[in-house]
């Protein structure tokens, strides 16, 4: 499975970007799509998922009412939209999947087997 995300850029503070992640390869109809930031100096960390069957869905709580995740599975793409950013939300943010259907491991990002190249989000203020 390959793992293509775009939609990054630079943002005002209060602004938005729309993150998409398409998934081309081996590809499945079920399993686990989420997405990750990491700041330069910080760890990874989980910003939302969505699993592909009954659409189960998390957020961290950063970023809860703010961003949206969603998608298209006929088109294998997730999408990560992203509102009302603030400069804290600057990372670089990667897609990342998992057949696995169990949402309990969700947030960890040992529980993916699969992860994009990521793309830059930089939010000034």
């Known amino acids: 499975v390959q793992l293509q995300a775009s939609g990054g850029g630079l943002v005002q503070a209060g602004g938005s970007l729309r993150l998409s992640c398409a998934a081309s390869g081996r590809t499945f109809s079920s399993g686990i799509m989420g997405w990750f930031r990491q700041a330069p100096g910080k760890e990874r960390e989980f910003v939302a998922s969505?699993?592909?069957?009954?659409?189960?869905?998390y957020y961290a709580d950063s970023v809860k009412g703010r961003f949206t995740i969603s998608r298209d599975n006929a088109k294998n793409t997730v999408y990560l939209q992203m509102n009302a950013l603030k400069p804290e939300d600057t990372a670089v943010y990667h897609c990342a999947a998992t057949a696995s259907t169990w949402v309990g491991g969700a947030r960890n990002p040992a529980h993916y087997d699969y992860w994009g190249q990521g793309t830059q989000v930089t939010v000034s203020s």
């Open positions: 969505i699993r592909q069957s009954g659409g189960t869905i």
